[in-house]
C-alpha cells in the first residue's frame, strides 16, 4: 500500500522560517525550528489527536480563534505565533485549571521528577493559583491491576490511557465514568485491567496518576540511570530503556523502535525483569557431589567441566538456547567443532533443515520488515500466534488493520501442504492487491514451528512456493517474515549454530545430529556428554537423555527440576539485561546487547566462561573481552563483514540493508 | 402576525394523524419535490435564505451543498435532542405535527443524496417519540418512506433514536458519537459533518424546526419563503417563551418582529408591577440583555449585534424579583453537571464558576472574587473543544459585566450576614436580634 511521501513546505514559526512535511501537526513541526509546543493528550502513537487537554493553543494568522497546535497540519505559508500574550494567557489558563483538581502531592509522587505536568507547569504555567476552593476527592491509590495503582485525584483526564485500551490495544477495557469534573477513569464494571499490553498506561499517563505498583516507592528520578538494551524474553526483541538503581533493574521502559516495536511493550517484557534479577537465581558455579549440586569456586567448576569434554570428545551433543547471543552461539559451536571435534550442535527445537531451504529463507529480498505487516494488502499469518510467539507484532497487525485496511488471513501448514487450499489461498492473497497488475503486497507472517516434525521440509518448500507465487520476492513491501520458536533463533543460525551449516550459512565438511538427533543419540548411549547454553529441554526424549548421559554441563539462571536431577556441572549464566553482545531480529536487524544490570553473585559473563574452558580444553579463542568476541562473529559471517559494535549503536543494523547501501 | 407557517394548522385535531396531515395539504410538498431534480430541490432551499434553527444559525441550503456528490452512502440526522434550557419549541412540533417534520427529512434526503436518516431525539421526550414511530409507521405504510418512494427513484430509511439524557448529545457531533453507541463526546472538528460525520460517512445534519420548514418552503417556493422576515434573517421562527411572563408558550413570529412585541405582546411580559430585568433572548446559553435591549427587532443579526445571540429561539424572561446570582447559579450549575468532561477549560471552568457562585452566597466570598470569576469566563470563551464551555462562560460574563454592582451588594451583605452571626451556633437572624447589637 502507499505509504506517506510527504512533501516539504515552509511556514513561519514566531518569526522564524521553517522548513516541515506538509500536513505534520503543528506541534511536530514546531520542534523543527526549536519551538516547543506544550501538550497532554497528544501522543502521535495513539492514532488521531483528539484536542482534549487544550494545552497545545496555539495563533494562527487569518483565523480568528486559537487553534490545537496538535490537530492543525501544517501548510505551506502558515503564519503561527506561541509566544503572544493571547497564548500565553491561554496556555497559563488551561494549566491553571488543571491544577484546581490535582491534589500538587509531588514530593510523595513517583511521577515527581519526570511528570509532564510539572514539566509544563513550570514552563507555561501562571506560578501561582488563584483556586481556594475544596479539591475534587477519590479513594485512592487504587488497584486498577495487579501491576497497575490508579490515583484518580492526579488524573488530569487527558484520555490516553482510555485511547489506548480502545484503539491501539484494542481490549475496549478502560472506560470514562460520569461526566464533567467527576468523570474518571476505570474498567466499565470495576473488574481489575488485565490484558496483555496494560503496562503501557504507565508509560503514555503524563501525570502520576497511573503508577507501576513494581515500581511505586522504589525510587525518585535523581536516583536511576537509564541504560538502552534490547529485551529478549521473545523473539519480538523489543527495544527497552532499563531503569538502574545500585547496578539492579527496577524498571522496564520502551524505547521507540518503530521498526521493532513501534514504541510499546508486553507486560511479560515490562514486568518480568526484575523478577528474573530476584530470588532463586544460580549466582555461583555448581557441582554435583554426593549426588547434590553444590557451590564450588570457578577454578573447579571449570576444571571439572574442562576434564570431562576432553574425555568425552566427539561424543559431546550442544543445544543452544534461544536467549544465548550470537557470540556465546559462535563460541560454543568453535569449542565443539574445533576443541572437541564434535559436530554435534543445534539451536533449533525441532531439528533442522535442508541447509538450502534455510539459504532460501533467509534470501535478502524475501526478507519483510516488520513495518510492512502495517502497509500490506495482506498478511498471511501462517502457524503462528503473535500474541503467544511475539506480542508486539500483534499490536502492529491491530494497526495496519486499523489504519491501512490491511486484510489479516491465518492458515497452517495443513492449508498450505495441500495443493488446491494452496492455490485457493494463493488467489486469495492475490485479490487483496489492487485493480491494476501492480500486485499485491503480502507478508507471510511464518512461525518456526510450520517447518518442524516430518513434514517440515515439505511445508517449507511449499511456503518458498507460495512466495513465488505472488513473486514476494520483487515486491517492494512484501516478503516473509518469521517468528522463530525462540528470542534469537535466526542470530544462532546466522552465526552457524547449526548441525549443518556454519557461519552465514555455510557449508561444512561433516553434517552433525540435530536436537532430536542429539535427544535420541544421548538416550541411546551413542554420545555421552550433553552441554546446555541455557537451554531447558523438557519432554521423555530429553528426560531418557540426560539420565542416561554420563556428564551434562549447563549454564543456567534458574535451576529446573531436569537440571537439579541431572546437571553435573551448572555455570551460573546472566540474565539479558547483565549480557553484551549481538541478537538478530526475525528481520534480520543485527541488535546490540548492553550491560546494564550487574551480574550477581559469582555469576561472569558467558563469552568470558566459555573462552576460559576452550583454554582448557586446549583451544585458544583469543577472545579477552565482550568487543573481541563480537569482532569475531563479524569477521566471520561473510554477511556482516566490516560491521562494528559503534555501527549497530541503538538501533541495530539490517547487513541485508546495508550491503545494498555500500554497493551503491 | 404569529402562527404563521409551521404553527398555522398546529392546534388542528388529529393532525398527527396521516389521515389529518394529508387533508391539510400534507406530502404535497415531497409529491412536489420529486418532480424536481435533487439539485432543482436544494436551489429552492438555498434561495429561501433559510438559517438553521438549532442554535448556530447556518445557512441550511448550503450546509446541504457541503456534502460530497456522488454515489457515496451519505446520511441525513434530524437533531431531536432539544436540551437548551427553555427550549421546547420541537416538542410541540414533534408532538402536534410529526408528519410535517417526516416530510421534510424525506424532502432534504433527497435533496442530499442520503439514503438512510435518523431522528435523534432526546431521552425524556418518550410521549413525543412514540408518536413519531407511530407517525412513521404511517408514513412507511404510505410508501413515503422506504424504497423508491412515489416511483421517484429515491429511497430513504428512517430511523427514531431514543437519547440516555445529556446536554451535550444535542453538539451535532456528539450526537453522531452517541448514535454510534459510544460515549458522547464532542469530536474534533475538522472534519466536520458534511465530510465525516456518522459511521465516517458524510451527514447533514440539521434540527427539527429547520427541517419542519423544509415542507412549506417548497410550497411557496423558496424565494416567496425569503420575502418574509429581514434580509438577512428570512422566514418564521418559532420562539419559546418563559420564565417571567404571564402567557408562556410557544410562539411562530416572522424574524425581525420587535423583541417587545413577543415577550409583551405575545407572552404578556411579567406579572402586574414587575419589571424585566433581563431576558436571555436564546436559551441560556445566550448572553443575557437588558430591558433596553427590548425594542430591538428579534432576528439573528439584530440579537449579534447586541452581543448576544438568537440560538434556538428560546426566550427567558427574568424579572426583578429574582436576584442576579440565583440566575447565574442556576446556569452555571446546569453546565457544570452536563459538562462532558472531555477538554479541560469546560470541565474545570465550569466546576470553579459553580464553586466562586456558592461562595458569593454564602458569603466566603470577597469583591476580587467577581474578577476571578470574570477573567476565568474569559479563559473559557473560544478554547474549548465545543461550544458547551462558552455557552456558561457566556452568559455569566454577560451576567458579570451587566449586573457588577448586584454582585458586589450581594457579596456584601452575605458578608455581613456571616459577621454579625454569633460564635456560638444561636440563629443570628432568627430573632433579629445579633450578639453585637
Redesign the interface.
Given at each position: 500500500m502507499p505509504r506517506p511521501e510527504p512533501k516539504t513546505i515552509t511556514f513561519t514559526i514566531d518569526g522564524r522560517e521553517v522548513q516541515a512535511p506538509e500536513n505534520a501537526m503543528l506541534v511536530d513541526a514546531a520542534k523543527l525550528g526549536d519551538v516547543e509546543i506544550p501538550v497532554f493528550c497528544y501522543e502521535p502513537k495513539l492514532g488521531?489527536?483528539?484536542?482534549?487537554?487544550?494545552?497545545c493553543?496555539v495563533e494562527i494568522e487569518g483565523i480568528p480563534?486559537?487553534q490545537?497546535g496538535c490537530?492543525t497540519p501544517v501548510k505551506d505559508g502558515m503564519v503561527v505565533n506561541t509566544e503572544s500574550e493571547r497564548v500565553k494567557?491561554?496556555q497559563q489558563?488551561?494549566v491553571?485549571?488543571?491544577l484546581?483538581?490535582h491534589p500538587l502531592d509531588c514530593p510523595v509522587c513517583d511521577k515527581g521528577g519526570e511528570c509532564p505536568l510539572q514539566d509544563i507547569t513550570f514552563g507555561w504555567g501562571p506560578g501561582k493559583t488563584?483556586?481556594v476552593?475544596?479539591k475534587?476527592h477519590f479513594v485512592k491509590p487504587l488497584e486498577l491491576s495487579p501491576e497497575i495503582a490508579i490515583d484518580r485525584e492526579r488524573c488530569?483526564?487527558c484520555?490516553r490511557c482510555v485511547r489506548f485500551s480502545q484503539e491501539i490495544s484494542e481490549d475496549y477495557q478502560l472506560?470514562?465514568l460520569?461526566?464533567?469534573?467527576?468523570?474518571y477513569v476505570s474498567t466499565f464494571d470495576g473488574h481489575p485491567y488485565v490484558a496483555p499490553f496494560s503496562g503501557n498506561i504507565v508509560e503514555l499517563c503524563p501525570v502520576g496518576a497511573l503508577t507501576s505498583r513494581e515500581y511505586r516507592f522504589r525510587a525518585r528520578p535523581w536516583d536511576i540511570e537509564d541504560a538502552g538494551s534490547v529485551c529478549t524474553l521473545c523473539p519480538a526483541q523489543c527495544n527497552v530503556t532499563l531503569t538502574v538503581r545500585d547496578e539492579r533493574i527496577l524498571r522496564v521502559l520502551a524505547r521507540d523502535h518503530s521498526e521493532v516495536d513501534d514504541g510499546w511493550l508486553c507486560d511479560r517484557g515490562r514486568f518480568a525483569y526484575p523478577r528474573l534479577g530476584g530470588e532463586g537465581r544460580v549466582t555461583e558455579p555448581l557441582l554435583r557431589d554426593g549426588g547434590e549440586l553444590r557451590p564450588v569456586s570457578w577454578e573447579r567448576a571449570l576444571e571439572e567441566a574442562a576434564t570431562r569434554l576432553k574425555r568425552a570428545g566427539a561424543a559431546t551433543g550442544a543445544i543452544v538456547g534461544g536467549g544465548a547471543t550470537n557470540e556465546e552461539g559462535l563460541l560454543l559451536s568453535r569449542i565443539m567443532r574445533e576443541g572437541l571435534d564434535s559436530p554435534h550442535i543445534d539451536s533449533r527445537v525441532a531439528g533442522t533443515l535442508p541447509l538450502e531451504l534455510h539459504r532460501a529463507l533467509a534470501e535478502p529480498n524475501l526478507q519483510a520488515s516488520v513495518s510492512d505487516l502495517e502497509f500490506a494488502h495482506a498478511v498471511l499469518v501462517l502457524d503462528c500466534n503473535p500474541i503467544e510467539d511475539a506480542a508486539i507484532l500483534d499490536l502492529r497487525l491491530r494497526k495496519g488493520v486499523r489504519r491501512h485496511g490491511m486484510k489479516l488471513v491465518p492458515a497452517t501448514a495443513a492449508d498450505l501442504l495441500d495443493e488446491r487450499s494452496a492455490q485457493e489461498l494463493a488467489a486469495k492473497l492475490r485479490a487483496t492487491g489492487p485493480a491494476d497488475d501492480a500486485g499485491a503486497e503480502v507478508v507471510v507472517l511464518w512461525g518456526e514451528r510450520l517447518t518442524a516434525g516430518p513434514d517440515g521440509a515439505r511445508a517449507a518448500q511449499a511456503l518458498l512456493d507460495l512466495a513465488s507465487t505472488l513473486n514476494l520476492a520483487d515486491t517492494k513491501g512484501a516478503g516473509l517474515l518469521e517468528i522463530p520458536a525462540r528470542a534469537n533463533g535466526r542470530g544462532l543460525r546466522e552465526a552457524g549454530v547449526l548441525p549443518n551449516a556454519g557461519p552465514g550459512l555455510s557449508a561444512l565438511a561433516e553434517d552433525g545430529l540435530d536436537a532430536i538427533g542429539i535427544a535420541r543419540a544421548l538416550g541411546e548411549g551413542e554420545l555421552s556428554c550433553a552441554y546446555l547454553l541455557g537451554a531447558d529441554r523438557a519432554g521423555e526424549e530429553w528426560e531418557r537423555a540426560l539420565e542416561r548421559a554420563t556428564t551434562v554441563i549447563s549454564h543456567a539462571t534458574f535451576l529446573t527440576d531436569a537440571l537439579r536431577e541431572h546437571a553435573d556441572v551448572v555455570f551460573p549464566a546472566g540474565a539479558y539485561a547483565e549480557k553484551e553482545g549481538t541478537i538478530v531480529h526475525p528481520d534480520g536487524r543485527i541488535q546490540r546487547l548492553r550491560q546494564a544490570a550487574a551480574h550477581p553473585g559469582e555469576c561472569r559473563a558467558e563469552w568470558q566462561v566459555l573462552a576460559e574452558l576452550a583454554r582448557r580444553i586446549g583451544l585458544d579463542v583469543e577472545i579477552q573481552s565482550g568487543a573481541m568476541a563480537s569482532q569475531q562473529l563479524f569477521d566471520a559471517v561473510p554477511r556482516y563483514a566490516g560491521l562494528t559494535l559503534e555501527e549497530i549503536g541503538g538501533r541495530g543494523v539490517k547487513p541485508h540493508e546495508r550491503e545494498v547501501a555500500v554497493a551503491s | 402576525m404569529s402562527d404563521i407557517l409551521l404553527f398555522k394548522d398546529i392546534d388542528e385535531p388529529g393532525l398527527a394523524t396521516l389521515e389529518v396531515y394529508a387533508k391539510r395539504g400534507g406530502y404535497e410538498s415531497l409529491r412536489k419535490a420529486l418532480e424536481m431534480t435533487p439539485e432543482e430541490v436544494l436551489a429552492q432551499l438555498e434561495s429561501s435564505g433559510l438559517r438553521g434553527r438549532g442554535g448556530a444559525g447556518f445557512a441550511m441550503g448550503k450546509k446541504v451543498s457541503f456534502l460530497p456528490k456522488g454515489s457515496i452512502d451519505k446520511y441525513l440526522v434530524c437533531n431531536a435532542d432539544e436540551s437548551e434550557p427553555g427550549t421546547f419549541k420541537d416538542r410541540e412540533l414533534m408532538q402536534k405535527s410529526p408528519h410535517m417534520l417526516i416530510e421534510g427529512i424525506v424532502i432534504a434526503s433527497y435533496a442530499a443524496g442520503a439514503s438512510r436518516s435518523f431522528i435523534y431525539i432526546r431521552g425524556e421526550y418518550v410521549r413525543q417519540a412514540d408518536m413519531l414511530d407511530a407517525a412513521l409507521a404511517e408514513a412507511t405504510q404510505a410508501g413515503y418512506i422506504g424504497e423508491d418512494i412515489l416511483k421517484s427513484g429515491h429511497s430513504l430509511s428512517l430511523v427514531v433514536h431514543r437519547g440516555a439524557g445529556a446536554y451535550i448529545c444535542g453538539e451535532e457531533t456528539g450526537l453522531l458519537d452517541s448514535l454510534e453507541g459510544k460515549r458522547g463526546n464532542p469530536r474534533l472538528k475538522p472534519p466536520f459533518p458534511a465530510n465525516q460525520g456518522l459511521y465516517q460517512g458524510p451527514t447533514l445534519i440539521n434540527n427539527v424546526e429547520t427541517l419542519a420548514t423544509v415542507p412549506a418552503i417548497i410550497a411557496m417556493g423558496g424565494e416567496q419563503y425569503a420575502k418574509l422576515g429581514t434580509d438577512t434573517s428570512k422566514g418564521t421562527k418559532l420562539v419559546s417563551v418563559s420564565g417571567h411572563v404571564q402567557r408562556p408558550g410557544n410562539y411562530e413570529i416572522e424574524l425581525g418582529t420587535p423583541s417587545r412585541e413577543i415577550i409583551y405582546g405575545l407572552a404578556g411580559g411579567p406579572p402586574e408591577g414587575r419589571q424585566v430585568k433581563c431576558w436571555f433572548p436564546g436559551g441560556s446559553s445566550a448572553p443575557v440583555l437588558t430591558a433596553g435591549d427590548l425594542d430591538l427587532p428579534y432576528d439573528f443579526d439584530s440579537m449579534a449585534k447586541a452581543g448576544s445571540m438568537l440560538g434556538s429561539g428560546a426566550i427567558i424572561v427574568v424579572d426583578d424579583s429574582t436576584p442576579i446570582l440565583d440566575v447565574a447559579l442556576k446556569v452555571a450549575k446546569f453546565y457544570r453537571h452536563e459538562s462532558c468532561g472531555k477538554c479541560t477549560p469546560c470541565r474545570e471552568g465550569t466546576n470553579w464558576t459553580v464553586k466562586m457562585l456558592e461562595r458569593i452566597d454564602n458569603g466566603t466570598a470577597t469583591p476580587m472574587d467577581i474578577e476571578i470569576m470574570a477573567s476565568v469566563q474569559e479563559h473559557i470563551i473560544g478554547n474549548c473543544l465545543c461550544v458547551l464551555g462558552d455557552a456558561m462562560a457566556m452568559p455569566i460574563g454577560s451576567m458579570i459585566a451587566k449586573f457588577r454592582d448586584e454582585f458586589e451588594t450581594h457579596i456584601e451583605q452575605a458578608r455581613a450576614r456571616n459577621d454579625l452571626a454569633p460564635a456560638e451556633p444561636e440563629p443570628a437572624l432568627a430573632g433579629g436580634v445579633s450578639a453585637h447589637a
Open positions: 488521531n489527536p483528539v484536542g482534549a487537554c487544550r494545552m493553543l480563534k486559537l490545537t490537530s494567557t491561554a489558563s488551561v491553571e485549571f488543571l484546581i483538581n488563584r483556586f476552593e475544596e475534587r488530569i483526564l484520555y472506560v470514562l460520569e461526566r464533567g469534573a467527576h468523570s | -
